[in-house]
């Protein structure tokens, strides 16, 4: 593999950074299933904290854009610098939870087993709100990128170049699951990797979009949303008619 | 006031859905459903239900509402189906959740320009 350790608090903010206040670690847990609230500095701390600024009343449509990446790649960061809203984390049950409840006698610790996952949202217009979820990546959680995946736009996969292979699941399934997306690399400061070097990495389709994006940013990750939603427009326009043989 | 959470123990939950775990297979609940009330809270309701009509007096997602109640979405869901079955929340459906291959470009298009503007 080519992911090389660095120490990340020894990284630099890149440039386009507007003055991240705080060092990219800081605001990475690597905790538990649910990454912990960020550090109050970030750049979304004066859009919204305490009660949800609601929708406007004629608001009837909404979107769903998935953020999946491994622990402390900056899934909540880029959700956050975007988001117009900070809610607690919620949480889904276990799949298998329902089974277990269902059968009074089987009641076991592990019905009460869940998978925290955080959100934002953005009002887009007076119609449509998109709501971005951050989804752990790894094999174990995936059950619930499942569900959040139906009726999906597309996704976002959020890569460390230094854990590289936090990627690896998430992208398989992704194919699998036949949900466009495009790649993330959050620039943790690191060694300079090539676009090749991490396409060959992750064994990506010349097709997707890979960017760089530095999840602190809130202009950064405005963009990635555009890619991806640029790179949805591609996949959906309508082709061109087949020239008649 | 105490709020159910997620530490509590399952039973708990059980107990506020009357041991419901699906929202049943007609549940219309997407994550990003936007849900509005249609009454305000009544005497006697459950209070997680009279909690829910307040949140959503303006048009509030359904992962919104779990967030706020601090409960298991799934749970959220089959609060909301009793809701909606007596008439006093509304439910307005994602336009994409089905028909994923057929999104409309021009939606697409909306999205963009709603980004763009941020």
């Known amino acids: 593999m080519d992911s090389v350790t660095s120490d990340p608090a020894a990284s630099e903010s890149p440039a386009e950074s507007p003055a991240a206040p705080q060092g990219p670690a800081a605001s990475h847990s690597h905790a538990a299933a649910s990454e912990s609230p960020a550090t109050s500095e970030d750049p979304a701390e004066d859009v919204a904290s305490g009660p949800l600024r609601t929708l406007r009343t004629d608001a009837d449509n909404g979107l769903k854009i998935v953020v999946v990446g491994g622990f402390g790649v900056g899934k909540t960061t880029?959700?956050?610098?975007?988001?117009?809203?900070?809610?607690?984390?919620?949480?889904?049950?276990?799949?298998?939870?329902?089974?277990?409840?269902?059968?009074?006698?089987?009641?076991?610790?592990k019905s009460a087993t869940t998978v925290a996952f955080d959100?934002?949202?953005?009002?887009?217009?007076?119609?449509?709100?998109?709501?971005?979820?951050?989804?752990?990546?790894?094999?174990?959680?995936?059950?619930?990128?499942?569900?959040?995946?139906?009726?999906?736009?597309g996704a976002v996969v959020?890569?460390?170049?230094?854990?590289?292979?936090?990627?690896?699941?998430?992208?398989?399934?992704?194919?699998?699951?036949?949900?466009?997306?495009?790649?993330?690399?959050?620039?943790?400061?690191?060694?300079?990797?090539?676009?090749?070097?991490?396409?060959?990495?992750?064994?990506?389709?010349?097709?997707?979009?890979?960017?760089?994006?530095?999840?602190?940013?809130?202009?950064?990750?405005?963009q990635v949303l555009i890619t991806l939603v640029e790179h949805l427009k591609t996949l959906y326009a309508p082709r061109p008619p087949e020239p008649a043989l | 006031m105490s709020r159910p959470g997620r530490d509590d123990a399952p039973d708990r939950l059980y107990t506020l859905t009357g041991g419901r775990t699906k929202a049943g297979p007609d549940a219309p609940f997407d994550l990003v459903t936007l849900v509005v009330a249609e009454s305000g809270p009544a005497?006697?309701?459950?209070?997680?239900?009279?909690?829910?009509?307040?949140l959503c007096e303006a048009p509030t997602a359904v992962v919104e509402l779990a967030a706020e109640l601090r409960l298991p979405v799934g749970i959220t869901r089959v609060l909301l189906t009793d809701l909606l079955?007596?008439?006093r929340i509304s439910a307005r459906h994602p336009r994409t959740a089905t028909a994923q291959s057929l999104l409309d470009p021009d939606m697409l298009e909306q999205v963009l320009v709603g980004l763009r503007n941020l």
């Open chain 1, 78 to 109: 880029l959700v956050r610098s975007v988001s117009e809203i900070r809610p607690p984390n919620t949480e889904e049950a276990m799949a298998q939870a329902g089974a277990v409840v269902d059968d009074l006698t089987g009641v076991t610790g």
């Open chain 1, 119 to 153: 959100f934002g949202r953005i009002s887009l217009d007076e119609h449509n709100a998109l709501y971005l979820f951050g989804a752990p990546g790894q094999e174990r959680f995936w059950f619930l990128c499942d569900r959040l995946f139906s009726g999906t736009l």
């Open chain 1, 158 to 222: 959020l890569v460390d170049t230094r854990r590289i292979d936090d990627s690896w699941y998430a992208i398989d399934r992704l194919e699998h699951h036949g949900t466009p997306f495009i790649v993330a690399r959050n620039d943790f400061g690191g060694p300079a990797h090539t676009p090749e070097q991490i396409r060959d990495a992750l064994d990506l389709d010349p097709r997707v979009p890979l960017i760089d994006c530095d999840a602190r940013s809130r202009a950064s990750s405005k």
């Open chain 2, 43 to 54: 005497p006697g309701m459950q209070s997680e239900h009279a909690t829910i009509l307040r």
């Open chain 2, 85 to 87: 079955a007596a008439g």
